[in-house]
C-alpha cells in the first residue's frame, strides 16, 4: 500500500470526527458496483481488501481511507464513427441536412445504447489524513482523480474545507534556484536524474531522463531563460520523487531502510497487520519529508479562501 504519487491538501476548521463515527460515516457512502446506465461511480472500500470491513484504519494520528473509482470506457472515436453512419442514413432516406439539435438527440441516443456495453474501469484511490497536522494527502496520479476522492469525503462528512498546500517560495523558483547554484543547495537535497524546462510564455518544453542536471546543456537552458517545471530529488536519503510546479510529488520511491524494516515484519498472514505495518513506516518517512519540503520552500502560506 506505499503511496505512488502524493497531492498535499491542508484542512481548515474542521474538527477531529471519533473514528466510530467516521467509520458510521463512511459505511454510508460505501463502494457499489456501477448500474446499467451509469458512467461513474465512487464510494468508499476496505483499505486491506476484500477480507476486510474496516473502511478506516488509524495509528497515531494518522488515517487510512481507501475509495474506488468505477466509470465506463466510451472513447468519443467510436461514437463519432457511430454517429456519422447514423447522420448519413437519415439524411439520405429524408432527403435533407439534419439540424444540430437533431444531431444532439441522436449522439444522446447513442451514448445511451453503448454506455451498458462500455469497458468498465475500475481504480482504487488511498487517502492519508493527519489528524495531529491537519493534512491530507491523495494517493492520485493526477489531481482531477485527487478533487473526486475530497469530493466524496466532503458529501460523506457533510463539510469540508480544504485548500492544495502551497508554500512561500513556489516549487518552480525553488527547483530552479537549485539547478543555477549548486554550492547553495540545501544539505538535505540530493538532485535526481530528470529534469522538465519551460520557457515563460512558451508551451515547448525541454525534458531529460537518465540526465547530468549539471551538465552544460541544462545550465545553458536556465542562462536562455527556462524555468524547472519538474525535477527528480531526495529528501534527507528517506524517500525520492519527482516534484511538480504545482507541489504535486509524483514517482515515490522510499529509502531501502524503510523497505527492509517493513520485510521484517512479522504480520502471520493478517492483511490488517501488514497494512497498519506498512502505513506506520510509510506515514513516518513522508511526514518527516514533507516538513523538510514546506521548510525548504519557505514554509507554509496562509490561503486566501477554502472551499466548503
Not at 99 to 120: D, G, S, W
Request: aromatic share 4%; hydrophobic share 40%; glycine share 6%.
Amino acid at each position: 500500500m506505499w503511496f505512488k504519487h502524493l497531492h498535499l491538501y491542508r484542512v481548515h476548521d474542521l474538527p477531529v470526527l471519533p473514528l466510530r463515527d467516521l467509520g458510521a460515516c463512511l459505511a454510508e457512502s460505501s463502494y457499489r458496483p456501477l448500474g446499467g446506465s451509469e458512467a461513474k461511480r465512487i464510494g468508499w472500500a476496505a483499505p486491506a481488501g476484500r477480507g476486510s470491513e474496516q473502511l478506516v484504519h488509524q495509528v497515531k494520528g494518522h488515517r487510512l481511507l481507501s475509495a474506488l473509482l468505477q466509470e465506463r470506457i466510451l472513447p468519443a472515436s467510436v461514437v463519432r464513427e457511430e454517429l456519422e453512419a447514423r447522420v448519413s442514413d437519415r439524411e439520405a432516406s429524408e432527403g435533407r441536412p439534419l439540424r444540430r439539435q437533431e444531431k444532439q438527440a441522436l449522439k444522446e441516443q447513442i451514448y445511451e445504447e453503448f454506455l451498458p456495453r462500455a469497458f468498465v474501469r475500475t481504480q482504487r484511490i488511498d487517502l492519508w489524513w493527519d489528524t495531529e497536522r491537519q493534512l491530507i494527502a491523495v494517493n492520485a496520479a493526477s489531481r482531477a482523480r485527487a478533487e473526486d476522492v475530497l469530493d466524496l469525503l466532503r458529501q460523506t462528512l457533510g463539510s469540508l474545507k480544504v485548500t492544495p498546500l502551497a508554500t512561500k517560495v513556489t516549487p518552480v523558483r525553488a527547483m530552479t534556484d537549485w539547478l543555477r547554484q549548486p554550492e547553495d543547495r540545501p544539505a538535505w537535497l540530493e538532485i535526481g536524474d530528470q529534469v522538465q524546462l519551460k520557457a515563460t510564455g512558451d508551451e515547448s518544453t525541454i525534458a531529460g531522463r537518465h540526465a547530468d542536471l549539471d551538465a552544460e546543456d541544462i545550465q545553458a537552458a536556465l542562462e536562455a531563460g527556462r524555468q524547472v517545471t519538474r525535477m527528480a530529488i531526495t529528501i534527507d536519503e528517506r524517500v525520492s520523487c519527482v516534484l511538480h510546479d504545482d507541489l504535486a510529488i509524483k514517482s515515490l520511491r522510499f529509502a531501502d531502510g524503510a523497505l527492509d524494516e517493513a520485510a521484517q515484519v512479522e504480520d502471520d498472514g493478517d492483511p490488517v497487520v501488514r497494512l497498519e505495518a506498512d502505513f506506520t513506516l510509510m506515514t513516518g518517512a513522508l511526514r518527516a519529508s514533507i516538513e523538510q519540503l514546506i521548510h525548504g520552500l519557505g514554509g507554509e502560506t496562509q490561503p486566501a479562501a477554502a472551499t466548503p
